[in-house]
């Protein structure tokens, strides 16, 4: 972190990969199974989507990943590994601060070390790409305000921060700027 704006990034190769882990049903799982939103799972799933708009992100298996060549069955298993740890890390964050992690997207990316190719994560983790309820009321605390209409966007994200205590020395961040 440079600042409050910036930070400096690495470069990576991307993988062509959105990785979603889920621990209760919600969005697609929910549409496509026909499992009603907030069924705890038995267990984390992770799911793979190949990042291709125009496909809208089709969802794929570890075989098409390995037989198209979009990463090796190593990186595979090092970003399943890497995907478990995140959960488990993020689960206890919010859990912490009366936040459910339902789901979250994440991305991961190759970087080179001479002829060594690592994979690392390469993502933001931000309420944009995650399911953030309130644990006692069930509230979403996420992008599906936006994406369902459902208002209060700024005023969540912010709660979002505010109780991970990542806004105590900020100005309160409301439409229209900073105040
Ligand atoms: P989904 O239920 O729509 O498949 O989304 C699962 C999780 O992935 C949810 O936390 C939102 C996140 N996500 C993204 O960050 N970007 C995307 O393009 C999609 C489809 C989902």
Known sequence: RLNLREQLIREVEIIPLEVVCRNIVA?????RLGIE????????????????DELNDPMVTEEHITAFNWATTQELDDILAMTVRVNDYLSGMFGAVGITLIDFKIEFGRVWENDFARVILADEISPDSCRLWDTATGEKL?????????????????????????????PTVIQGGLH
């Open 27 to 31: 969005g697609s799982m929910s549409q």
């Open 37 to 52: 939103e907030g069924t705890p799972l038995p267990r984390s799933i992770i799911e793979f989507y190949y990042k291709k």
């Open 142 to 170: 996420d992008k599906d305000r936006f994406r369902r209409d459902l208002g209060n966007v700024i005023e969540s994200y912010t709660e979002v921060a505010k109780r991970l205590g990542i806004m105590k020395d900020m």
